[in-house]
């Protein structure tokens, strides 16, 4: 496909938000370079990044037009540089792409079509290879076997996602890290401001519509601690168990808030379903840190 004049939008935005991302952001630029579908636009939301990022980034930016450098000039917090990327989007469809993931060649290419093809469906998934320490994991596609998000009925889309979530395996969906339209996502809070943000942001674009699911692996996605990938410091783990647990409750009453526009029976199979997900993932918890405290010992 043709690349876009200057003053026409791109079909696709890419935001990528980083700080000090030196060593792994060039291979996140390269991959979106070499996309099959050219009509794309990549902005870069440096966040003070003193390890050598801002000139990577700018070099890429004074080679390639379509890519856009951004230097915050002040400190934000993790999720308001997502944000921030997506405020100055100008595409159709949107991706947050991470400062350590890299696309294969064709994702654009493939996602778009199928969201064009599809005019009802707000978010498309693909298969997404992870990797730690440099060697690539078992693939994990849990939509053949437990269904996708897909239903005509907001409430049995959010049931859907939560049993995805609750049963799929470990980063066997991941919304966050999907094409999205842009003006769908602009109706949620984009994450908001709380540890558990990227779970509300998936419920609320469920809420707006069904997701579509291509089941090819186009995207590939260090997990976090990995030697080559981001490091733990640079996630939101590591708070209290007090602290996540009332993230957690924050979170589901966010998801309730945004279906309240639904018919009563709807939100109520909405809430039950939060409510069992919750106590399940608290209880989880408790037998995971039960874990670690016997292994101490």
């Known amino acids: 496909m043709s690349r876009p004049t200057s003053n026409e939008r791109p079909v696709v935005s890419f935001g990528l938000p980083v700080r000090n991302g030196a060593s792994t952001i060039a291979q996140a630029i390269e991959s979106v370079l070499a996309q099959t579908f050219e009509d794309w636009e990549l902005i870069i939301s440096d966040n003070l990044s003193t390890d050598g990022t801002s000139e990577i980034c700018s070099e890429f930016a004074a080679r390639d037009s ?20 997506f405020r100055l989007a100008c595409g159709t469809y949107f991706r947050w792409q991470g400062d350590d993931d890299w696309l294969e060649p064709e994702y654009v290419e493939r996602a778009v079509a199928a969201l064009e093809a599809s005019p009802s469906s707000v978010l498309c998934t693909t298969i997404q290879q992870h990797h730690r320490d440099g060697r690539p994991l078992p693939i994990n596609d849990p939509i053949p076997v437990l269904g996708g998000v897909d239903s ?25 890290y999907s094409l999205v339209r842009r003006d769908v996502a602009a109706r949620t809070r984009l994450q908001g401001s709380i540890r558990d943000g990227d779970f509300v942001y998936s419920c609320e674009v469920a809420l707006l519509g069904p997701f579509l699911h291509v089941p090819e692996i186009l995207a590939n996605r260090r997990l976090p601690g990995d030697a080559r990938g981001t490091p733990t410091s640079k996630t939101l783990a590591g708070s209290p168990a007090w602290r996540r647990y009332v993230q957690r409750e924050i979170s589901i009453l966010q998801v309730a808030e945004a279906a309240r526009s639904l018919p009563v029976g709807s939100r109520v199979r909405i809430g039950t379903a939060l409510v069992r997900f919750a106590a399940r993932e608290h209880a989880h918890g408790v037998r995971r840190r039960a874990r670690r405290r016997v292994s101490r010992r």
């Open 66 to 85: 379509r890519i856009r450098y951004v230097a915050t000039g002040r400190n934000l917090p993790l999720l308001e540089n997502f944000r921030e990327t």
């Open 152 to 176: 005509t009925d907001p409430a049995d889309r959010v049931q859907a996602l939560l049993r995805l979530f609750q049963h799929g395996g470990h980063l066997g969906i991941d919304p966050v």
